[in-house]
C-alpha cells in the first residue's frame, strides 16, 4: 500500500538539506570565507548534520526519513519498504532537492553561481584528480552512513531517542573529512538537484553510482547480519 503523505515527508525533509547544505556553503566559500578553510568546512558539515539530524527526529516516524536515494534503494532491496513506496520516495527527493536548489538560484543567484549551488565537483587535487578514488571515497562514506541508519533508525533493538542524533552526529563526520576530497555527497539528490539548477553535470554519474554501491553494501550486510537476527529473536 501506498503512503503519498510519506513522499512528500521526503520532499520536505530533503528540500530542508538541499537549501541549509549548500546555504552554508554558499555562505562560508563565497559570503563570508576566502575558499575552504577550517572554519568553513566545518560550518557546511555542521549544516549538513544539523539539517540530517533534524529532518529524522521531524519524519522519521512518517517517512523514516531517508531523504536519500541511496538509502531508500537498500531499504527496497531489504524488503523494509515497498518497491511502489520506495520509487515515490526517491521521485519526491528528486522534486524537494531541486526546488531547494532553484530556491537559492532565485535567492542568491550570483553568489551561488560561484560555488554551482552546492553541486559537488569531483575528486579534489588531495586525491589527484582520481576518479577511482573519488569513486571510493562516496562509496565508502556512504557505507557508513548506512551502517548507522540501519542499527539505528531499523535494528528494533536500538535507542530510538538517539537515532537522529546518531544519524546527524554521522553525517557531520563524514563531511568533516570528506568535503576536501569529493565534497561529500553521499546522496544522488542532494548532487542532482544543484546540478540541474547550475548546470554543472560533469561528475553526476559518481554520485549516483558510488554512493548507491556503498548504501547497497551497507544495507544487506546490516539486514542479513544484525537486523534480522534480532526480529527473529523477537
Given amino acids: 500500500m501506498v503512503n ?12 530542508a538539506l538541499v537549501f541549509f547544505g549548500p546555504l552554508a556553503i554558499i555562505l562560508s566559500v563565497v559570503a563570508f570565507g ?4 577550517i572554519e568553513s568546512i ?3 558539515a555542521l549544516a549538513h548534520g544539523s539539517a540530517i539530524g533534524l529532518m529524522v527526529y521531524a519524519f522519521g516516524h512518517v517517512s ?4 536519500n536515494p541511496a538509502v531508500t534503494i537498500p531499504m527496497m532491496i531489504t524488503k523494509k519498504i515497498s518497491i511502489q513506496d520506495g520509487i515515490g520516495y526517491i521521485i519526491f527527493q528528486i522534486i524537494g532537492a531541486t526546488l531547494a536548489a532553484f530556491s537559492l538560484k532565485a535567492i542568491l543567484p550570483e553568489l551561488g553561481a560561484k560555488v554551482n549551488f552546492g553541486t559537488q565537483g569531483g575528486p579534489s ?10 569513486f571510493m571515497v562516496e562509496a565508502i562514506l556512504t557505507f557508513f ?28 563526520l563524514l563531511h568533516i573529512v570528506g568535503v576536501p576530497l569529493t565534497g561529500a555527497s553521499m546522496n544522488p539528490a542532494r548532487t542532482f538537484g544543484p546540478a540541474v539548477a547550475s548546470g554543472a553535470w560533469e561528475f553526476q554519474w559518481l554520485y549516483w553510482v558510488a554512493p548507491i554501491v ?21
Avoid at 64 to 67: L, N, Q, S
Avoid at 220 to 229: D, E, Q, S
Wanted: no cysteine; glycine share 10%; charged share 10%.
Fill in 64 to 67: 523514516g526519513a531517508h531523504i
Fill in 34 to 37: 576566502d575558499g575552504l578553510s
Fill in 125 to 134: 587535487e588531495l586525491l589527484n584528480n582520481s576518479i577511482m578514488s573519488g
Fill in 214 to 234: 556503498g548504501g547497497i553494501i551497507a544495507g544487506v550486510i546490516m539486514n542479513y547480519v544484525f537486523v534480522n537476527k534480532a526480529e527473529k529473536e523477537a
Fill in 42 to 44: 566545518i560550518m557546511i
Fill in 4 to 15: 503519498p503523505r510519506a513522499w512528500f515527508a521526503e520532499a520536505i525533509a530533503t528540500y
Fill in 145 to 172: 552512513l548506512v551502517v548507522v541508519i540501519f542499527m539505528t533508525a531499523v535494528h528494533k533493538n536500538a535507542p530510538k531517542s538517539v537515532y537522529g542524533a546518531a544519524i546527524g552526529g554521522m553525517v557531520f
